[in-house]
């Protein structure tokens, strides 16, 4: 299956794109192994078809989308993204997806609302058993940088469908924050009142942190976030605050000491 | 370095191969302690070590590292377990190799990834612990590699030259716990490495305990008069 049609975004950076190999070679998805090398080998075995995702908790209208229903909720764009790993390795990649503020319109979420919860798809059956992080994958983001227009709902890579060790069929990407936040291979995604419970913040919470914005000031517990390597890079560049989207999101931090709240 | 045990003296028996076949063994085991860095260069070289080619050197030299550490921390048991004693003449060059993997690891540190840049050199080894153990175990090798040689043995003596080289437990100690500290949730490839460790470790422990307990029971009868137990061993 092809995407739809999709337009350049104002908000893609024209930097160098990363090549596709290693986009697709290279990869964080615990599910199937914690090798960089083992999503590619083993994500393969995910049956992506039919897929559904649950809109649901608190909202006026909750509801379940097909793939194909979100493929046609909104004009689809090519946003090519800085992305930011924890760990302190980067890449430049074209998504193709629609803004996640699109879809939480859909679903009319009440005043209550206060976060936004994503579960990912896990089956024992092809997926890690072992209890390295808590299964399902849960990730979380306040409602307004859920909404903000920079919160990629992203359905496709390169121009076409996402390959299953990207997350297939659906995630996110949050472009200023460490790369873990972005879910992969989501199933529900919940409104709810308090603050999600994420699956790295419970795994080690002085480590990764609810917000885990890219920040090179506040570093990593084991290393420093100061700077970064960009891969088919061999010297490592300074990393930016908010990844470089500060001139967007900084505003949603305002006042927040981001030291404590990291 | 055969000068210095103190068990039993090295006898020729059917077991132990000739001298050619010694040195066509050593030669071998050279030439697969360098293989992994053979295909290091040439996985550059054809741009073949993955998106992060840094990553993959680093974690390689480290693992090689820590692998030759307890290769050579087994030799003793292994010599023990089989009546192998020749095994021991392995045992130089496995420490060796095991502190120029340690080098290559650090090199790579301070070149590739770090870029000579010191001040974030000198931030990491003091302030992150998983680096300031790696860099401990490393200058812990450091004695030892320059007492490796027959004359530091006969200049130190046996047993100040075997109490200097039982700091490898240390080193090997600090080395897992680097790789433990470095890894971000999943420890199973690290709780490996430690239970090997552990085993390695474990049973010196416990043949030490045996032979305390033997000295003891030889001490007995002459003790049973008084009911005191003479130590001989301390534990």
């Known amino acids: ?159 076409d469908v996402l390959p299953n060790q990207n997350g297939a069929p659906v995630r996110l990407v949050v472009p200023w924050k460490y790369g873990f936040k972005s879910a992969k291979s989501i199933v529900a995604i919940r409104l709810v009142e308090k603050q999600p419970r994420t699956s790295w913040n419970r795994a080690a919470a002085d480590e990764y942190g609810f917000y885990s914005n890219v920040n090179p000031e506040v570093a990593h517990p084991r290393w420093s976030q100061a700077t970064e390597r960009r891969i088919g890079e061999l010297r490592k560049r300074p990393t930016l605050m908010f990844n470089g989207y500060g001139e967007q999101v900084a505003g949603l931090y305002q006042g927040m000491d981001l030291k404590a709240n990291y | 370095m055969a000068s210095i045990e103190r068990e039993k003296p090295l006898k020729p028996s059917l077991r132990t191969p000739p001298a050619a076949a010694i040195t066509a063994i050593k030669l071998l085991v050279f030439l697969l302690c360098l293989l992994p860095a053979l295909q290091l260069l040439l996985g550059w070289q054809a741009d073949t070590l993955g998106a992060n080619p840094v990553e993959t050197i680093t974690h390689a030299s480290g693992t090689w590292t820590l692998r030759l550490l307890l290769i050579t921390l087994a030799v003793t048991p292994l010599r ?124 010196r422990a416990w043949w030490r305990e045996l032979e305390r307990r033997r000295q003891l029971a030889a001490a007995v009868p002459q003790a049973r008069g008084n009911g005191r137990v003479v130590r001989i061993v301390p534990k």
């Open chain 1, 1 to 159: 299956s092809r995407l739809p049609a999709y337009a350049p975004s104002p908000f893609s950076t024209s930097e160098e794109k990363t090549p596709l190999k290693a986009v697709t070679t290279y990869n964080n998805f615990y599910e199937f192994g914690t090798d960089k090398s083992d999503p590619a080998e083993n994500a393969g075995k995910m049956s992506v078809q039919p897929w559904t995702v649950r809109v649901e908790g608190l909202a006026g209208k909750p509801r379940t989308f097909g793939i194909e229903e979100l493929l046609q909720l909104a004009p689809l764009e090519e946003r090519i993204y800085r992305l930011r790993c924890v760990e302190g390795w980067s890449m430049v990649i074209p998504w193709v997806g629609l803004p996640l503020a699109a879809l939480l319109k859909q679903v009319e979420p009440l005043g209550s609302a206060k976060y936004v919860e994503f579960v990912t798809h896990y089956d024992p059956a092809i997926m890690l058993r072992r209890p390295v992080l808590s299964w399902p994958y849960v990730e979380g983001l306040r409602l307004d940088e859920a909404q903000h227009p920079l919160t990629l709902l992203a359905l496709g890579l390169y121009g």
């Open chain 2, 80 to 203: 023990r377990l089989t009546g192998l004693h020749w095994l021991l003449r392995l045992r130089r060059m496995l420490g060796l190799f095991a502190f120029a993997w340690g080098l290559a690891h650090f090199a790579t540190y301070l070149w590739l990834d770090q870029f000579f840049d010191w001040a974030a050199i000198a931030a990491d080894i003091l302030k992150r612990p998983f680096i300031t153990v790696g860099f401990a175990a490393l200058v812990l090798m450091l004695p030892l590699a320059l007492t490796s040689n027959r004359l530091a043995v006969r200049r130190l003596g046996g047993r100040r030259w075997q109490a200097l080289h039982r700091s490898t437990y240390a080193i090997a100690i600090l080395g897992v716990v680097h790789f433990w500290w470095l890894v971000k949730a999943d420890v199973l490839e690290p709780a490996i490495y430690a239970l090997v460790l552990a085993a390695l470790l474990g049973m």
